[in-house]
């Protein structure tokens, strides 16, 4: 009985994070890319939205290892 209802409220939750974290943050910046570059009508639920959310997230990812990778961030006083 209760695990019924753990299940079900689990799945609910989870439901809702997928959605948030795949709505929101792949296919929201992939539809605003999308719909600058093609300058025209794109589906928002479409893969092409998904595609450029994803090589959008991909180059934040890249850019933020090598802003690092050359900065001194993160490194101790005295280090050389």
Do not use: Q
């Not at 719909?35 to 959310?53: E, I, K, Q």
């Amino acid at each position: 009985m209760f695990g019924d209802v753990a299940y079900g409220l689990f799945k609910a939750v989870g439901r809702v994070l997928i959605e948030v974290v795949v709505k929101l943050l792949i296919i929201g910046p992939g539809y605003l890319i999308a719909r600058f570059v093609t300058r025209g009508d794109v589906d928002p639920d479409g893969a092409h939205c998904l595609v450029c959310g994803l090589l959008f997230w991909g180059a934040v990812v890249v850019t933020s290892y090598l802003f690092l990778g050359f900065s001194d961030i993160g490194e101790r006083p005295g280090d050389f």
